[in-house]
Structures are given as C-alpha cells and as structure tokens.
C-alpha cells in the first residue's frame, strides 16, 4: 500500500512538472496591435527566487560597476549596473527542455528585484515599461524538434522571430517579422533532393523570393545547387557544382590565414601551472600559485606599440578558496598608475560556486598555455 501511494506521488509530481507546450503566434504578417507573447514559463520567471547570491563590485578609471547573480536550479537572475552605462538584466528559468531567457536595457534604477522580475515575465500586462529594449527568447523541445521564439521591442514590441530546427540542425521553418516588412525561410526534402525557400518583402515594394536546390551524393554531401533569384526586377538562376578529393575534402581554394606560430616559452611549477611565460613582441608574464589557484600576477609588456609597461594583479581568498579581492595596477607607458580593485560577496553559495570577474581581472595564466 506504501508503495502504491509513494507511485502515485511520484506519478503526480511528474505530471505536474510537465511544461505545456509553446503555442507559437499564427500568421506570416505583422498585424495591427500585436503583443508579446505569453509562454508557459512566465509564472516560473517571475518568481524571485533567493538561492546563491554573488555580488561582484568593481571601481576604477573613475567607474563604479556592479555585478549581481542570483541563482537557484533552474533559475538565474543577473543585473549590472554602471555609473557610465544602462543597467543589464538578464534573467532565465528552464524547466526540462523548455527555456525562457529574457535580457533587459534600463535607465539607471533601484527597481525593487520582485518588481523588475514581474514586468520581465508578463510585459504585456505593464501600462508603462520600465526598459528601454527587451527581449525574450523561449525555447522548447519536442518530439526531436527544437522550436525558438524570439521577441524584441523597446517600450511596446517591434519584431518577432520563430524558428523550428531539428535535431540533425536542418532549419525546416523560420520567420521573421516587424511592422513593415518579413522574412521567411522554409526547408524540406523530396525525391528532388533538398528545397529551401526564402521570401522577403518591405512595405511598398514586391517580394523578392530565392529557392535553392541542393543534390546531394549517397555520402549527403552535396554535389550540386540550383538557385532562383525573383524579384526587384532583376530574377536570375544559376548552378554550382561541387566535387570533392577521394579523401572527402572539397575541391576549392583554401583561403583560410595562416599565421607561423609564436615562440612562446613557459616554465611550470610542479603542479604543471604556468609561472613564467614570454611571448616575443607582447610580454612576460610571471605568476604565483597557491594550490590551483593563481594569487598573483606580474606582466611586464613588450613591444615598441605596448601601451602598458606594466601590469600587476594580487588576488585574495577565503577559507574555502574562493576569490573576495583582486587588485589590478597599471603602469602606462605614459602618465600616473591606474588601479581597479574588485569585492565580492557571497550569500548562500557552495565553495566551488563559478564566478564571473571582470575581464581586466583574468589572467593569460589562467586562459591559454594548457597543457
């Protein structure tokens, strides 16, 4: 009987975790009153959920920026905000295969975070948008199909985009839509091989369509395309054949730069972390490890059109080694020394959370010379 009841809960609880699916707005042309849409993950969005909280603070070059991300299972919420720029909002909830992520320009704010979650989830329902550009792209996947949404406006909205792709990556349907013109990309294939269909028209002028045919040999490369171009008066149609080597490479130039490798040097500690590296004409670098984690950075520039002489980044940890102050000082070739200092905080975060730093405070250490 126990285990008659823990099978029905179980059952339930799964049922209710299905997400319906994304009901996709009708129509290959922009109407009158046209609205975002509703999606089945709004609720789920704007919930302000409280989970691991990081805030990353940053001041120099007579700038203040802070970086803030709540996360949760299945839920993110990020806001920047920057005494010299809007404010960043990203925010995405995800639920199995369907996905809803929204990103948000706004004027400097202290929008209570509840309040800015609301208006993200349901902007149809704000009388007076407090963004200047929104955009909302929902995902779903079913039956091997992969169906997008993506909206974009600034206070009301002003294009719309819905695209189905399948597992395999074939595009078989995508529109685009805004209120004086479309876009749209269809794909199929018959006996005749692979067809795909573009149309474009703009207010006061004719459609202008393409449609390709492609064959392809038993390999599914393709072998030959067959293109039709109407439309602006000037239809044309042409055919590209494609042969290949035995070894399966396309017979075609080989346009792609090749630049000689640098002679690069580094030396490793015993842990094979990088500690000291030289690259000719750019600089040196020379690095202090504690653990895995690198504490200190000394990069001395190389180089006649270096603009820096040198560089220094010192790094502090807590006692579960994640990073809480990180200073970086420059030294240009010309004028004083400049210094960015980042703070970070944690609240309700697991000792290997990942975070997110501010670009000038990673390390060529840290991103390249792998082993």
Partial sequence: ????????????????????????????????????????????????????????????DDNRRVRERWEAPEWSLVIFRSEADPMQVRARVTRGEAQLEVFASLPPSD???ATLLRSLARPQAVPRAPWSTLMRVSRDKRR??????????????????????????????????????????????????????LRTRRDGEEEHATRILEERDED????????????????????????????????????????????????????????????????????????????RVVTRFLGEHARFVRETLDRTFDDEGRL??????????????????????YAGCAADVELVREPTHESLLERSFDE
């Fill in 1 to 60: 009987m126990r285990h008659a009841t823990c099978l029905a809960l179980t059952l339930l609880m799964a049922s209710c975790s299905r997400v319906p699916p994304l009901e996709m707005p009708d129509g290959d042309a922009w109407r009158d009153g046209e609205t975002w849409t509703e999606t089945p993950l709004d609720d789920a969005l704007a919930e302000a959920v409280d989970g691991c909280h990081i805030r990353v603070e940053t001041v120099g």
């Fill in 111 to 113: 929008i209570p975070r």
């Fill in 144 to 197: 091997g199909e992969m169906t997008q949404l993506e909206e974009y406006g600034t206070r009301e909205l002003r294009s719309r985009s819905v695209t189905r792709e399948r597992d395999d990556g074939e595009t078989v349907d995508a529109r685009l839509l805004w209120p004086t013109g479309r876009s749209i990309r269809r794909a199929w294939v018959d006996d005749e091989g692979r067809h795909v269909e």
């Fill in 220 to 295: 599914g490369r393709v072998v030959l395309e067959h293109r039709e171009d109407g439309g602006f008066g000037r239809p044309s149609e042409y055919t590209t054949e494609y042969r290949y080597h035995d070894d399966g490479r396309l017979v075609a130039p080989d346009s792609r730069r090749r630049s000689p490798p640098a002679d690069v040097t580094i030396a490793r500690d015993p842990a094979g972390h990088p500690t000291q590296v030289t690259i000719p004409d750019y600089a040196e670098l020379t690095g202090v490890w504690e653990g895995d984690r690198l504490k």
């Fill in 324 to 345: 809480i102050h990180s200073v970086l000082a420059r030294q240009p070739v010309e004028g004083p020394e400049s210094q960015s200092v980042m703070t970070v905080s």
